[in-house]
């Protein structure tokens, strides 16, 4: 038996890009014992759950109530994927966020450490700031982290929460780094550059990257840690089912690539000679801006877990070739 099929799975954030995502990975394992959270609004998000299967669904609003009435409906859950949140690296209204991501991720784990649930959750790399403290998954340092942005910070200050609390012994953080694949249409400006590259390339036969505001960096050769979400898929659930696995995780592949390989990927995934247009840099993200990202997922792997599967390369030619020209949503 499949650990995941003891017990019904709660999953938050469930028609989101790694959310849907992880529900095609679960439905490719069997599993269709899901109760599905999001809060569905009038974008396409929702034609990331049409071809995938589940038992409910449930928006977070009323997830709360259910927590908060410690509702019967959730008495069979045992396993809690948390990917719901507000991930908008550019929101500015703190208070917001903070509700959204911290509150809400506080309340449903101690739900879950009450009720024997294991309870896996989104943290992020963008609590690593600009990573003068390092990247290291390592939960001593979480409070000593500087985040760039209110995300950043609505996303450590729960983790801060884990370690006070001695919680990290019990429970699966996901520091998951710049992840990109199928089912992120709806994700508008927060699409990964491959997704808006493709539109690029169609529309005028160039990709448009940022220039470099730092003398060590060239123009594109920022580097980052670029995960496919599949291998992201394969990440999570890897953690969940190991049971000797517990605390932060840092899920990338472990390798720092620039933006210009990337574009290149794109342009050979479509049989395009590059072309590569630099542009100013937007100055309200200036001062905030990561030049370097890079996984250490020696943690990881010391779990047992062997990959990534993919490489930049042929994650970007899946993607490009089977989700983006036939505009194909991710199916069992």
Aim: net charge neutral.
């Amino acid at each position: 038996m499949n650990e995941l099929e003891k017990g019904k799975i709660l999953l938050t954030g469930g028609a989101g890009f790694i959310g849907s995502a992880l529900l095609w990975g679960l439905n490719r394992l069997g599993l269709q014992d899901i109760l599905v959270c999001d809060q569905l609004g009038e974008d396409e998000k929702w034609q990331n759950l049409a071809p995938l299967s589940f038992d409910d669904y449930v928006s977070s609003t009323k997830l709360i109530e259910l927590v908060e009435a410690d509702s019967l409906i959730l008495k069979e859950v045992r396993w809690v994927f948390h990917l719901g949140a507000c991930s908008a690296t550019t929101e500015l209204d703190a208070g917001y966020l903070m509700e959204n991501n911290y509150r809400y991720t506080k309340m449903l784990c101690d739900w879950a450490l009450a009720h024997d649930a294991r309870f896996v959750y989104a943290s992020s790399a963008a609590t690593y700031g600009d990573g003068a403290k390092g990247m290291m998954d390592d939960e001593t340092v979480v409070e000593s982290l500087r985040p760039l942005n209110p995300y950043g910070y609505s996303k450590q200050i729960f983790d801060r929460y884990a370690k006070q609390k001695a919680l990290f012994s019990k429970i699966v953080g996901l520091k998951y780094f710049n992840v990109f694949g199928p089912n992120e249409w709806h994700k508008g400006e927060m699409r990964s550059l491959v997704n808006k590259a493709y539109d690029q390339v169609l529309e005028t036969g160039k990709i448009r990257l940022f220039k470099s505001y730092k003398p060590a960096f060239k123009d594109g050769e920022q580097k980052r840690d670029f995960l496919y979400v599949k291998d992201a898929v394969d990440m999570t659930i890897h953690l969940a089912v190991t049971r000797s696995a517990h605390g932060l995780f840092n899920l990338g592949c472990g390798k720092a690539r620039t933006w210009v390989d990337l574009a290149n990927a794109v342009f050979a995934a479509l049989s395009r000679l590059p072309q590569i247009e630099f542009i100013e840099m937007p100055e309200v993200i200036r001062e905030r801006y990561q030049y370097f990202t890079q996984a250490n997922i020696e943690k990881l792997k010391a779990t047992g877990y062997r990959g990534p599967k993919f490489t930049l390369e042929q994650a970007v030619t899946d993607y490009v070739q089977n989700y983006l020209v036939p505009r194909r949503h991710m199916e069992i």
